[in-house]
Each structure stands twice: as C-alpha cells, then as structure tokens.
C-alpha cells in the first residue's frame, strides 16, 4: 500500500508540475503572437513603469533566454528575455509591467521581497545538501542523514510559500500600472491578467510538487524504518 502511494504523490507531482508548465507555455504563446494596441515593446513598458514611479535609476537590459525575464534587486536591473524586450506583444508589456512590479517592491520596502532576499542563500545551500543528503542517506542506510535531508527540503518549500504572496502582488501591481497608465486597451486587459495568472499558477504548482516530494519522502522514510 505505501509503495502504492510512494509512486502515486510521484506521479502526480509530474503532473501537476507538466499542467502548469503547459499552461504557461501555451497562455504565454497565445498573447505573445497579439500585438498590444499602443505597439509598445517591453523595453518601452518597463521604462515608462519606472520612470513614472520615480524609479529612474533602475536599469532595463536585455537577456538571453525562453521566459527568463526578472527583477534583480541587488543590481537594480529589469531584465526582459529577448522577445518580450523587443516585441510589441500583449505578452510581453505585461510580463515587462510584473517584473517592474517587483521593482516597485523594492523601492516600498515589500516586506515579503526582503523575507525573499534574505532566504537565498539558505535555499541555495538546501537545493544543493538537500538532495545530497537524501541520497548519501538512502545509498548508506543512514537514516538520520536522510532526516536532514528532508528538512533541507522544507527550507525549499518555505522559500516558495514566501514567494507566492510576492509573485501575486507583482502582478496586482502591473495590472493597476497598466491600468492607470492605460497601456493596455479595454479589450486586451483580461488577455494581459490571464498572462499574469497563468505566471502565478506556475508558482502555486511548484508549492503543491514540492509539497508532495516532501510527504513521498517522509513515507519512504517510513518504510524504511521498518
């Protein structure tokens, strides 16, 4: 029976997580190939966002990559990935809006970007002695090895529950700036929430997978107790 379970939390671990990545995919895909009414580029977007919000010293630079558009507070830098830098998609004014979204945060102190902040270099050293310790753990029968390992894991989970309120509050952000600023027409503002939304479900899933790793793990451990 707990076999049965061990592989059914796998399964639907993948499942949940390849939901949401082709939801993503296909949301994002959708809106990308809709030019937005005012034919604005990301670059334009988010300029406009920061510079209207007294952000001027933030920088907007291009990077390389599917979908790797961020905010990055330490360098103070919104990075757009290629397409969304350049194109003049629904897509990518919105993704442009989110990640000045986080910008905004910054500049307002957002108590759960500074929890965020301050938590990387925790979560990094748990990804990497996470899993090294569940599997140095399983291979040697060392149990309490694998214990830590797991709780490593929970530093991970932790980190991703703080992240949800930070993601959805990013995007109520764009959302308003887009809004107030009117960058999107009537007509385009749902497509743009529903990019926003189908980015946020993505961080909800990875809280649920990890979630799930986590109880596999704890009934693997049991079993092996036995």
Known sequence: MNDFIIYGLTFLAFIITSLAQAFITSTYKKYSELKNIKEMSGAETARKILDENGLKEVKVLEVGGYLTDHYDPSAKVVRLSSANYSGKSIAGLSVAAHECGHAIQDKENYSFLRLRAAMVPFVNFSSYAGYLAIAIGGL???????????????????????????????????????????????????????????????????????????????????????
């Open 140 to 226: 040697t029968g060392l149990l309490g090895i694998v214990k830590i390992g797991i709780l490593l894991e929970c530093v991970i989970l932790l980190f991703q529950v703080v992240t949800l309120p930070v993601e959805i509050d990013a995007s109520r952000r764009a959302l308003s700036e887009v809004k107030r600023l009117n960058y999107l027409g009537d007509s385009e503002f749902d497509s743009g929430k529903k990019v926003l939304i189908a980015a946020a479900l993505t961080y909800v899933a990875s809280v649920a997978s990890t979630l799930i790793q986590i109880v596999r793990l704890l009934f693997v451990f049991r079993n092996d107790e036995k």
